[in-house]
């Protein structure tokens, strides 16, 4: 059975520091997606990864996905209070449960001055 | 339309009564998903729906919750005698095989009261 697992779950950093999100998937995947939720909002689509190897960069935030470590990472440079919010990672498994895509539990991040 | 809309944004309703809850994907994508999220909670599967495909319906809670989805396009969850435990945020989102990520609608804050 497919797990991911996020760490940290809760963050509390400073503005202008840098910190990341680390996503582990427990079997093989290469299609791994990066999602953000404001409070009370829907979730926006950050960054799609399909293959070994990608890295995605928008504003402040870079994505890397390593199928052979089965982790991808979320990279945050330069925090700014504006990217507050929960940041959820979610593993596309071929022929799994779940309609193949899997979740992790989200990592909340409150970037403080 | 352009992205994926959910009907309606808030619905309360009385426990017991029976609710439905509607996804519009966006056009031609043939994976739609449902998920329910509770405040401050991750997301939990519903079911999946692909193409002619019958429906992955292995997250459905109980017996009293049921989905549709009809001529591959507009999807229905339809929940029967509504507890209390049902109130949540429903979220539909579509897809075109993942490979350019999945599309989140606004989602349906259900009350039940």
């Known amino acids: 059975e497919l797990k991911v697992e996020q760490n940290p779950l809760f963050l509390s950093m400073q503005e202008g520091k840098n910190y990341t999100i680390y996503c582990n998937y427990s079997t093989t995947s290469d299609r791994l997606y990066w999602y953000r939720q404001d409070p009370g909002k829907s979730l926006e689509s950050l960054f799609v990864?399909?293959?070994?190897?990608a890295v995605k960069q928008e504003g402040r935030l870079m994505a890397s996905l390593d199928t052979k470590a089965r982790l991808s990472t979320l990279h945050i440079t330069a925090a700014v209070h504006d990217l507050s919010a929960t940041y959820f990672c979610a593993v596309y498994l071929y022929g799994g449960s779940q309609g193949n895509l899997i979740f992790g539990k989200g990592t909340k991040l409150s970037v403080k001055p | 339309g352009a992205g994926v809309s959910q009907s309606p944004s808030n619905k309360v309703t009385e426990k017991g009564k029976d609710v439905e809850l509607r996804c519009d994907p966006i056009?031609?994508?043939?994976?739609l998903y449902w998920y329910r999220q509770s405040l401050g909670q991750g997301l939990e599967f519903l079911i999946y729906?692909?193409?002619?495909?019958?429906?992955?319906k292995s997250g459905l809670p109980s017996d009293r919750f049921s989905a549709e989805r009809t001529g591959g396009s507009v999807s229905t969850l339809t929940i029967q005698r509504t507890q209390q435990e049902d109130s949540a945020v429903y979220l539909c989102a579509s897809s075109l095989q993942g490979l350019y990520g999945y599309t989140f609608g606004s989602g349906t804050r259900l009350t039940v009261v």
């Open positions: 056009s031609g994508h043939t994976a």
């Open positions: 729906f692909q193409g002619n495909s019958a429906p992955d």
């Open positions: 990864l399909l293959s070994n190897g």
